[in-house]
C-alpha cells in the first residue's frame, strides 16, 4: 500500500493509497466510511493485491488539521462521490468495481448514479443507508447517533460538550480491527466536522437513488453488527435492480478490515471466484 497526496478542484487535499500497479489488471477501489485512515484497508488490500490494483482515499475533510476552516457545503455526498472520479481520472482509471463499506456504502450508490459507465461490479458492505423512517432498518446504535449528531453539528463549542458526554465503547480497536476507526470520537473538531457531514449525508434519500443503479450489486450484512442490520440491506436489495444479498451469521461491523474474516472471502467470491456472481 502507498500513501499519497492529491489536490482537489476545491483545493482540498485528500489522502489516498494505491496498491502496486499493474497494467495487466483491473481496478478495485474501497470506499472507506468517513473519518476512517486508509491505512485501516490493509487487509483488504492484502487480500486482493494477487487480481487487483487497489485504490481507497480517506474521506475529505473530516481529519484535517485543526486550522482548515470546514464548511458544511464542502462535505456533501455529491463532493465525497466527485472524489472517486477525480482520483480515478487522475490516476487515468477508465473503469473500476466498487466496494463501498458502511457510510462508504452511501457513497457508492451516489457514484453510480452519476457515472455509471465507470462502475463495474458494485458491493455494498454493511451498509449505512440512513433509512430513518423505518424504524426497523435503525440499530439502537444508528438512533443514539442519530440524536446527537444534528446537534453536534451546529458549532464546535456543542460538539465538544455533547463529546465529552457520551460514551465511545468502541474506542479501544475490536479484537483485530485497526486502532484509527474511532479517531472522529477521539477530537471536538474532528466530532464537529463529523457531525455536520452526518447532517448532509442523511438527508441524501439513498433509497432513490439505489431504484437506478443498474451495477450487478452483491449486499453483504453481517447478523451481529451493532451499527447497521441485515433488514437495512434487504430493503435495499429489493430497490436495486440487479441485486443479490448475504447475510452472514458471525459477522460484525468490521469483517472487511480483517485478515481470513467471511467478509473478505463473499466479496472474494463476487469479484472473482464463483460462475454465479459473474457478469
Not at 59 to 71: C, D, S
Not at 96 to 125: H, K, P, W
Not at 147 to 154: E, H, I, N, S, T
Request: net charge negative.
Amino acid at each position: 500500500m502507498m500513501n499519497c497526496k492529491t489536490q482537489l478542484f476545491d483545493d482540498v487535499t485528500l489522502t489516498y493509497a494505491i496498491s502496486r500497479i499493474s497494467t495487466q489488471k483491473p481496478w478495485l477501489t474501497l470506499i472507506l466510511p468517513f473519518g476512517f485512515k486508509v491505512d485501516t484497508a490493509m487487509e483488504f488490500f492484502s487480500h486482493f493485491a494477487d487480481r487487483y490494483n487497489l485504490l481507497t482515499w480517506q474521506a475529505r475533510l473530516i481529519l484535517a488539521p485543526h486550522q482548515v476552516e470546514v464548511l458544511p457545503e464542502q462535505l456533501t455526498v455529491a463532493k465525497h462521490a466527485e472524489d472517486l472520479y477525480t482520483l480515478m481520472d487522475a490516476l487515468k482509471i477508465q473503469q473500476t468495481d466498487l466496494v463501498g463499506y458502511c457510510s462508504g456504502a452511501g457513497i457508492a450508490i451516489a457514484a453510480a448514479n452519476m457515472q455509471s459507465d465507470r462502475i463495474g461490479r458494485l458491493a455494498l458492505v454493511n451498509g449505512e443507508f440512513a433509512l430513518l423512517t423505518d424504524r426497523n432498518a435503525v440499530t439502537q446504535y444508528g438512533g443514539d447517533i442519530d440524536g446527537v449528531l444534528p446537534m453536534a453539528a451546529r458549532d464546535p463549542a456543542t460538539a465538544e460538550f455533547i463529546l465529552q458526554r457520551i460514551s465511545t465503547v468502541e474506542r479501544d480497536a475490536v479484537d483485530g480491527v485497526h486502532c484509527n476507526i474511532m479517531l472522529p470520537f477521539s477530537d471536538p473538531c474532528y466530532f464537529h466536522r463529523y457531525a455536520m457531514n452526518y447532517v448532509n449525508y442523511r438527508a441524501a434519500q439513498f433509497d432513490q437513488l439505489a431504484c437506478s443503479v443498474m451495477n450487478k450489486t452483491l449486499l453483504l450484512a453481517g447478523e451481529q453488527d451493532q451499527q447497521t442490520n441485515v433488514y437495512s440491506a434487504r430493503l435495499m436489495q429489493q430497490l436495486i435492480p440487479d441485486a443479490s444479498l448475504v447475510s452472514e451469521p458471525e459477522g460484525d461491523h468490521y469483517g472487511i478490515l480483517r485478515r481470513y474474516s467471511s467478509t473478505l472471502t463473499n466479496l472474494r467470491s463476487f469479484f472473482i471466484e464463483e460462475p454465479e456472481y459473474a457478469c
